[in-house]
């Protein structure tokens, strides 16, 4: 999954300056990475469960971050009025892949918000196994995109990042009422950046930071300020993180990969089924007779992960050859 240049990647959806494309060839184009999308918010919907996990696995996940990157390049040229930079980055945004991606992931959260919202509340057990089999696989294939192999130092490597993140994501910290800006700047910061990092959600973070409620609290009764506040600290973690992360995949590719699969195999944690689904951190045995069918709904969501990575791979899928491991 190599970054490139607009023209190279052409086969992926998106064309180069001055190349006009009929409206089949947007479609053609736009419905695959809108299906992707509509993956990824299915996920993001699901507290503990990140898009950047679907990302991954359907191929897209470095040319995503490169393009927030680029939009990121876009807003900090703005705001040094360079107008040459504006331009180049804007150039680089791979807006056939943006696009019908964001379109998917705001179809997928506004149809399907209620569904997994009754069965977080009714199946808690049931969802929870499901996305614990779909990370699973995921480790699986994220370890395939490794280039050159070496298990002396990406096992060691993946190991002592699933371990750190096992053990972070069983800290919680007790709701914080009355957060002060720095505060709501800050989780924003770092909540965010669960929007591009495989196995960890952004609703967990906040959780565990004891922002969440807050958080929901001022969604609902529309504090402008509050939200206001986020927002900016959102932006500029992301952008500021997008950056890191699209040059540590350039230049320490393998060692990322190897770095990614660990967390997703750390991020288990908050999947595991018992004893309150994705609702707690914590890890219990699962009651006598009530394993089979989270078990059943655990191989179901691993071989629902295989399956949309073979899909993905597909040259009738992707409009091209199919993507490298």
Not at 149 to 163: C, I, K, M, T, Y
Not at 165 to 187: C, K, N, V, Y
Not at 201 to 229: Q, T
Not at 280 to 304: F, H, K, Q, R, T
């Amino acid at each position: 999954m190599p970054n490139g240049s607009l023209a190279g990647r052409a086969g992926r959806g998106a064309r180069g300056p001055g190349i006009r494309l009929s409206i089949r060839e947007l479609v053609r184009a736009g419905l695959p990475n809108a299906l992707r999308g509509f993956c990824m918010g299915t996920a993001d919907v699901v507290p503990g469960v990140s898009g950047g996990t679907i990302a991954l696995i359907l191929g897209i996940y470095e040319r995503l971050v490169h393009a927030i990157r680029s939009a990121a390049g876009v807003a900090v040229s703005l705001l040094r009025r360079d107008r040459a930079a504006v331009a180049a980055y804007w150039r680089e945004i791979e807006w056939m892949l943006i696009i019908p991606l964001v379109v998917g992931l705001g179809l997928a959260i506004v149809t399907l918000a209620r569904l997994l919202e009754y069965l977080l509340e009714e199946h808690p057990e049931a969802l929870s196994a499901f996305f614990f089999g779909l990370v699973a696989g995921s480790i699986l294939i994220v370890w395939r995109f490794i280039r050159r192999p070496n298990p002396s130092v990406h096992l060691p490597l993946a190991a002592a990042v699933a371990v750190g993140a096992f053990f972070l994501l069983g800290l919680r910290s007790s709701a914080i009422d009355d957060p002060s800006t720095g505060q709501i700047f800050f989780a924003a910061m770092i909540a965010i950046c669960a929007m591009i990092l495989p196995g960890i959600s952004g609703s967990f973070i906040l959780l565990m930071l004891g922002m969440y409620d807050a958080v929901i609290a001022a969604v609902n009764d529309r504090d402008i300020g509050f939200l206001a506040v986020f927002a900016a600290g959102a932006a500029l973690g992301l952008g500021a993180f997008a950056w890191l992360l699209d040059w540590l995949l350039k230049r320490f590719h393998d060692l990322m990969m190897a770095a990614l699969a660990g967390l997703m195999l750390g991020s288990l944690r908050v999947l595991w089924p018992w004893p309150e689904g994705t609702d707690s951190g914590e890890i219990e045995a699962p009651p006598a007779g009530e394993w089979a069918v989270p078990l059943a709904v655990g191989v179901a969501g691993l071989v629902v992960v295989l399956a949309l990575w073979w899909v993905s791979r597909s040259p009738r899928f992707n409009g091209s050859a199919p993507a490298s491991d």
